[in-house]
């Protein structure tokens, strides 16, 4: 039995990570950061809401498990609209997520899982693109026993935010998806599959480890194609194998 912690998960990417995670025997525990509770049509056993509008108390509760969790994910992030500016998202894109990145390595958590985004460059002229690249860069650094980095495109889904920038790139990656996912997987991914993917490859990398197989790098990047064939072509349901 495995189990897990999240920050993340009221989000899209986030959310279908912990429903992911519900879906599976194998998994016995969930703590989820997070500043209001996850929203759950069928209440469960296994989640522990860890719920804070504080989040300067989050590295302190996710330090506070005992024992600690076997995989931590981390699909964290804002926007600059509802920040309010670069350096307020900064302070939760890049300054939030270190900080709870070392929290859990500081507690002793092996597996670490981030969800970045295609185009991520710590050198990338594009200020979003850099801070992406950067936070890569650090968590990259971390001796966990692995790091899994998934950089997926542009991702599909019903956000409760409306982002004006993204609204129509969504839209048309929704509709090539009608006529063929094979036209949008390769620049544009469904949520769910994303989570998925980032489900399997922690539970891979957890196996690697467990198993002393040493087959997955210490620092594992799965690229859109990659994300695509975990989450949709060889997910297995129920089993959380791909």
Known sequence: MTSTATVGSTGLVGSHILSTLLTLPTISSIHALSRRDPKLTTPSPKLHPLTSPDTTTWSTQLSALAPPPSIFFSSLGTTRGQAGSFSAQRAIDYDLNLALARAALDSQVPIYVLISSGGANSSSMFPYMKMKGELEDAVKALPFKRVVILRPGLIVGDREDFRPPEWAFRKLATVTGWVSNGLKDFWA????????????????????????????????????????RMGRTEWKEGEGKA
Do not use: H
């Open 189 to 228: 991914q469904d949520a769910e599959v994303i989570g998925r993917a980032a489900v399997a490859a922690g539970l891979k990398a957890l196996e690697d480890v467990e198993g002393g197989e040493g087959k997955i790098p210490q620092v594992w990047v799965v690229e859109q194609a990659d994300i695509v």
